[in-house]
């Protein structure tokens, strides 16, 4: 295709918002894992996961169907922000003197500044018709939680958040926007579950992690009588599922651009909005043979695809949550911390973990400074300051770039830059201060960590 050599912005109309999410349970080319009881190790069954979800969602999560109809009511929703634009980033092209387009997917564009409210608005809604009361929910860097409260104050239904400590003595803004819509947030771990209770009796000034925030959303929901869901802001194929609107408007925002992606690239934490943008494109080299690559960025520090291990392991530092099948640091990982709370997940989407181990898209992990400075690089010539998280995807795109430049060749680049950076200024000032630091997650920790993987029974 020839390449549109005037335009910077692909905009749809309300018209184009999706009717439909992609699920890539229908075109997955290895066989699934299957999701395992925490107690008895074997298969979950529906009256499990009932305890925690919607059956509406439960049914998503096991469905087999391509396309999932999204419902008027979240459509309606959506429009406050969506389809979101994408743009091609001629200022970067032309700073870094690449013959690459780069193209990116803006998401920091939705009320709460990222892609969490795809999913959000849907699981808020979905357990609204089913009669639930409250949410309960973990969050890192303030996103997720900031798109449930969000999601919550549209569909009048009550939102705890467990919020990991360390983000929420870093990231105050984050907590105040999440109660400013109605949600009450508490720093995990907390006095208001047993099991934080019992971390904390260890360790007074315990960091928490997502695992840990997990479990006490998890305790939370599960001690209440059947008042409160869980809500899951990542990993499990249903958020993955309800992310796909990012991929799908992509598709044909690249139609306006007469461009294809040679590489689709995204951060990854626990996988959604890389999955969001990639599933659909990975559709595209599954059903009608494109061959774009599909590229996952992650920390150095939290290197679940790049250094974990593919096994199965609890969700949760309580093993209290399902035991899935993924790459994984091990369930007590405790992660160093870095600023991008919202990837310091000790593993992975499942089915992303099945697409990697096939080789059907790829994995590399990026340090900490180096993300920032692309960042500062795409700020400085896009305008936009991106979320810690959507740097690790700038930072690839980037040496993309870069590399089609010393190659001497044509590339097209799409990332998805999944959030604003405007609630992270304290980790741009860390690092214009010099105080930020590069951390490598040493590979015997990664050893250390299996000696205490749950006993799942060989038919697994």
């Known amino acids: ?98 013959p690459a387009h780069i193209y990116y997917k803006h998401e920091g564009v939705s009320p709460a500044g990222s892609h969490k409210p795809n999913t959000a608005i849907a699981q808020a809604f979905f357990n609204k018709i089913s009669g639930t009361r409250a949410l309960t929910t973990e969050t890192g860097a303030g996103q997720w939680g900031s798109a449930l409260a969000l999601a919550g104050s549209f569909f009048d239904i009550d939102v705890e958040v467990y919020m990991v400590k360390v983000s929420y003595n870093q990231k105050p803004y984050r907590r105040i926007m999440m109660e400013t819509y109605g949600a009450k947030v508490y720093a995990s771990p907390t006095d208001r579950t047993q099991y934080g209770r019992s971390l904390l009796a260890q360790d007074p000034d315990n960091p928490g992690s997502l695992g840990i925030a997990i479990s006490e959303a998890v305790e939370a929901a599960a001690s209440s009588g059947g008042t409160k869901k869980y809500s899951l802001g990542s990993v499990l194929n249903h958020v993955l599922t309800h992310q796909s609107v990012i991929g799908e408007e992509a598709l044909k925002q690249m139609d306006l651009a007469d461009e294809y992606p040679d590489v689709v690239i995204g951060c990854v934490g626990g996988g ?42 609890y969700g949760d530092t309580a093993r209290m949550a399902p035991i899935v099948k993924m790459y994984t640091l091990g369930h007590a990982f405790v992660p160093p911390p870095i600023h991008a709370g919202g990837l310091r997940y000790h593993g992975m989407a499942p089915s992303i973990c099945a697409l990697y181990d096939a080789g059907y898209i790829q994995a590399i992990a990026a340090p900490q400074l180096a993300t920032f400075e692309a960042a500062v690089q795409f700020a400085r010539a896009e305008g936009i300051i991106p979320a810690p998280e959507s740097a690790h995807a700038i930072r690839a795109a980037i040496d993309e770039a870069l590399d089609a430049k010393v190659k001497g060749e044509k590339r097209v680049i799409l990332f998805n830059l999944s959030g604003h950076g405007n609630f992270d200024m304290a980790a741009y000032q860390a690092y214009f201060s010099g105080s930020l630091q590069d951390y490598e997650y040493p590979e015997d920790a990664v050893k250390e960590a299996m000696t205490s993987l749950p006993r799942v029974p060989e038919m697994a």
Do not use: C
């Open 1 to 98: 295709m020839t390449a549109n050599n005037s335009r910077t912005r692909f905009l749809l109309g309300e018209a184009d918002v999706p009717k439909f999410w992609y699920n890539i349970n229908a075109d997955m080319p290895v066989p699934p894992a299957p999701v395992l009881h925490p107690q008895t190790m074997e298969p979950v069954t529906p009256d499990f996961l009932s305890v925690l979800f919607p059956m509406e969602l439960i049914l998503q999560e096991v469905s087999t169907e391509r396309f999932i109809p999204i419902p008027d009511e979240v459509r309606e929703v959506y429009k406050l922000y969506r389809p979101t634009p994408l743009l091609r980033a001629r200022r970067l092209e032309k700073m870094l003197d690449t």
């Open 272 to 313: 959604s909005n890389f999955a969001g943008i990639a599933y659909p494109f990975l559709r595209m080299n599954l059903l009608e043979g494109k061959k774009t690559r599909l590229l996952a960025v992650e920390p150095t520090a939290t290197p679940s695809l790049t250094k974990g291990v593919y096994t199965f392991d």
